[in-house]
Every structure is written in structure tokens, then in C-alpha cells.
């Protein structure tokens, strides 16, 4: 167990819809990273937020955003979803500083119909 | 960014030792190298990282040459369980110098064999 929480593990959802996905860090990591690995595209960086500022930007489409609240963890919204978004998005943590690893959550399944 | 090279996959018989070559010849002097691996869909493992000097954990040991353009990874007694896609990652640093996200290749998939 990573300590990583990742909610919902399993999301199906239609065309054009809107959902947001929810990422527990794990205790005293001020650092959360989102991902997503599609079938053909491997394991992607999207974003990356420390202590509730953006810090690094990946390939993150403009209809995805996130954000990072005072408690620490963190949402991906994902909307006008199209069938490319299905995908797995995993998030990840690490403590401030230092060269301390990313711990990833096991993810949430998106599935778009 | 230091790019990685890995073998797109390796075979293992079950007990002997898995050497997973990386070779990343254009990392810099203060870039750390990462090893992770992810079994079928599950999140990616993160397993051991150095910066010049050889490591060893209770999973694993990571040699990296002296010249830091590649290193290796070993299992030392490689399981069923340890067949999974294996990758190699020079971490990159944000603006500011402070460490960043980590950039996954391809990877090696290893197969350990009964």
C-alpha cells in the first residue's frame, strides 16, 4: 500500500460529460502529480502541484484541469469527455524537497462511452 | 530532458539474478537516476534511485557506471511476482532547480520464467 488514495477506482461515463476525479496524498507529502496511460500512449505527466500552487505543466489538454486544496489532496476535472480520454489516471506524491520519490495511488479507470 | 534506453524485454528463470540494463548518456551531474516497475495495471512500484554512488535496498540494488551514462538494475533472486514492465527514469528538475515529475519510456517488460 502506497498510502496514495485514489477515488473513484472505476468511472464510466458518455461522451461530452464532465467528471472529476479525487487523490489523497499520502500523510505529510506536499507534492501531488497526475498522470494518465492510455493503451497507446504509455504513462503520461499531466500536472504537478506543491502546496497547493501549480509547479510543472505536461501534456494536459485544455479541456483538463486540477487543483490542489489547503487539506492537501487533490482533483482532476476532465470534461467535454471524449472516447481518447479513456484511459487509467494515476496520482502520485512526495514530501517537499529533497530528491524523495513520487508514490503512486493505483489509479482510476476511466471508461468513456 | 536525459532520455533512457532499456531493452524492450527480458526473460528470467525464477531464483537466478535479473540485470536490467538502462543506459542515459545525456543526464546531467545533479540529475538522480529512478527505477520503477508496474505489474499489469496496478500503479507504478517505485523500487530504488542514486545519483553517482551504488544503492541497495530490500528490493533491489542499482549499479550505475562512473561515468553515470548507464546503469543497471538487479533482482537478486527474481520471483513469479517480479514479471512486470521495469522502467528507468532520469527525474527532471523544475525551474528553480527543485526536484520534478518524472518522465516514463517504454520500459522492459520482464518475464520471469518457472
Known amino acids: 500500500d502506497s498510502g496514495v488514495t485514489q477515488t473513484p477506482k472505476h468511472l464510466i461515463t458518455a461522451t461530452g460529460q464532465r467528471v472529476t476525479l479525487r487523490c489523497s496524498p499520502r500523510?505529510?507529502?506536499?507534492?501531488v502529480y497526475w498522470y494518465q496511460q492510455s493503451l497507446d500512449q504509455g504513462l503520461q505527466f499531466l500536472i504537478q502541484?506543491?502546496?497547493?500552487?501549480?509547479?510543472a505543466k505536461g501534456n494536459i489538454l485544455e479541456r483538463f484541469s486540477a487543483q490542489q486544496f489547503p487539506d492537501l489532496h487533490s482533483e482532476l476535472n476532465l470534461s467535454s469527455l471524449e472516447l481518447g480520454d479513456s484511459a487509467l489516471y494515476f496520482c502520485?506524491?512526495?514530501?517537499?524537497?529533497?530528491?524523495?520519490?513520487?508514490?503512486f495511488g493505483n489509479g482510476t479507470r476511466l471508461t468513456v462511452t | 530532458d536525459a532520455k533512457t534506453t532499456q531493452p524492450t524485454s527480458m526473460d528470467c528463470a525464477e531464483g537466478r539474478a535479473a540485470n536490467l540494463p538502462c543506459n542515459h548518456s545525456?543526464?546531467?551531474?545533479?540529475?538522480?537516476v529512478y527505477w520503477y516497475r508496474q505489474i499489469h495495471s496496478q500503479g507504478p512500484q517505485y523500487i530504488i534511485h542514486?545519483?553517482?554512488n551504488n544503492e541497495t535496498n530490500e528490493m533491489a540494488s542499482l549499479i550505475i557506471t562512473e561515468d553515470r551514462k548507464s546503469s543497471t538494475l538487479i533482482l537478486p533472486h527474481a520471483t513469479l511476482r517480479d514479471t512486470a514492465v521495469y522502467y528507468c527514469i532520469v527525474r527532471v528538475r523544475n525551474y528553480g532547480g527543485s526536484q520534478g515529475n518524472l518522465i516514463f519510456g517504454k520500459g522492459t517488460k520482464l518475464s520471469v520464467k518457472p
Open positions: 502541484y506543491y502546496n497547493g500552487e501549480e509547479r
Open positions: 545525456t543526464i546531467s551531474g545533479n540529475e538522480y
Open positions: 500523510s505529510g507529502d506536499l507534492s
Open positions: 542514486g545519483l553517482k
Open positions: 502520485a506524491s512526495s514530501p517537499s524537497g529533497g530528491n524523495s520519490p513520487l508514490h
